[in-house]
């Protein structure tokens, strides 16, 4: 079975200024997803970037960069230049390659973007 | 083109109640999938559906619980004699194909047992 934790409940960051989210999780699979997903009021789940556990470059997506560290089973969520509009709450998941296509979220964490 | 569309977007019964929950998922997309996301206990797996079968069910928290999908589309989620532990929202995801990668989620099923 697969595990994921988010050991941050809340956290806050000025407009402009970079914070970084941390994801742990515990496998015994070898290949396997991982994304992060953001869910604002609207309660619409948004992926955010996702990271292949075969590729050893660290995925970007505009603002968003992942640093993703497979033997420590880490996968943190940088996040540059923050916005009003990146309050919400951030979930780490998993799902392993191929069958058993289940997502395993961590707990989330919520960001508030403060002005 | 059209996302995960999920309805009705609020749903507020009578404990005893039966309530049905729709989701159509992104055309095309065969694999699709229930959670539901409670207060205090996040995200839960329920089912998910590849084609019209339900490979994995395991998460359906009781035998109230059922699910259906009909035509490699439309999946309704029922919930009989409904109890107050099953307000949550409840949220509905596809993928394109089982096992390679990300889902896209519907907007949720709020629903309240009074």
């Known amino acids: 079975a697969q595990t994921v934790t988010q050991s941050q409940p809340e956290m806050s960051v000025q407009e402009a200024e970079t914070v970084t989210l941390s994801c742990t999780y515990d496998t015994s699979e070898n290949n396997y997803y991982l994304f992060w997903y953001k869910q604002p009021p609207s309660r619409q789940m948004i992926l955010v970037i996702r990271?292949?556990?075969?590729k050893q470059q660290n995925a970007t997506e505009n603002r968003f960069s992942v640093n993703f560290q497979k033997a420590a089973k880490s996968f943190s969520l940088k996040i540059s230049d923050s916005q009003l509009g990146d309050t919400a709450m951030y979930f780490c998941?998993?799902?392993?390659w191929g069958g058993g296509s289940r997502l395993t979220f961590g707990e989330g964490t919520q960001l508030t973007v403060n002005p | 083109g059209a996302g995960v569309s999920q309805s009705p977007s609020n749903k507020v019964t009578e404990k005893g109640k039966d309530v049905e929950l729709r989701c159509d998922p992104i055309?095309?997309?065969?694999?699709l999938y229930w959670y539901r996301q409670s207060l205090g206990q996040g995200l839960e797996f329920l089912i998910y559906?590849?084609?019209?079968?339900?490979?994995?069910k395991s998460g359906l928290p009781s035998d109230r619980f059922s699910a259906e999908r009909t035509g490699g589309s439309v999946s309704t989620l029922t919930i009989q004699r409904t109890q107050q532990e099953d307000s949550a929202v409840y949220l509905c995801?596809?993928?394109?194909?089982?096992?390679?990668?990300?889902?896209?989620f519907g907007p949720g099923t709020r629903l309240t047992v009074t």
């Open positions: 990271q292949e556990a075969y």
């Open positions: 559906f590849q084609g019209n079968s339900a490979p994995d």
């Open positions: 998941a998993f799902v392993p």
């Open positions: 055309s095309g997309h065969t694999a």
């Open positions: 995801a596809s993928s394109l194909q089982q096992g390679l990668g990300e889902q896209y």
